[in-house]
């Protein structure tokens, strides 16, 4: 999507979760309320929601790997230093948006996904996939 759309807005989903414009989930998200809510803000995201244990802990949790998060913290303390300190809050905060969904204006994805490629693509020259089961070898969609 990031190299092939040239639509002035963008969106992913995950699988069989959507975008509502209510907590009752009763109505899909449609693309004139995203236009709308798109004037006031630069991105949709899922709702944030509280864990009872910090981000760094549930991704441990799920994947039994800290040394990627350790790993991409290196990377970004390298390349883009001036985002450590978020990276950091967090890792050690109790909150996320779960699911990989977003949707935003084609700028500000054009700048994420450079530089989320730029430390996804870096981290892959550290990681031996062959060390990792079937489900930690989806270690970059979860980052």
Not at 84 to 100: P, R, V
Request: glycine share 2%.
């Amino acid at each position: 999507m990031w190299k092939n759309c040239k639509d002035d807005i963008v969106g992913l989903t995950h699988y069989r979760r959507y975008f509502s414009n209510s907590f009752s989930k009763k109505k899909i998200l449609s693309y004139k309320d995203a236009e709308k809510y798109l004037n006031d803000s630069d991105i949709i995201l899922p709702f944030v929601r509280d864990i009872e244990v910090t981000a760094r802990a549930q991704y441990c949790r799920n994947s039994g790997l800290e040394k990627d998060l350790e790993r991409v913290r290196k990377i970004i303390e390298y390349k883009y230093p001036d985002y450590i300190q978020a990276y950091d809050e967090y890792l050690d905060d109790h909150y996320t948006c779960f699911y990989n969904m977003f949707i935003c204006k084609s700028e500000l994805f054009e700048d994420y996904c450079a530089w989320l490629f730029d430390i996804l693509f870096e981290l892959e020259k550290q990681v031996q996939l062959s060390d990792y089961n079937d489900y930690q070898k989806r270690i970059y969609g979860f980052l």
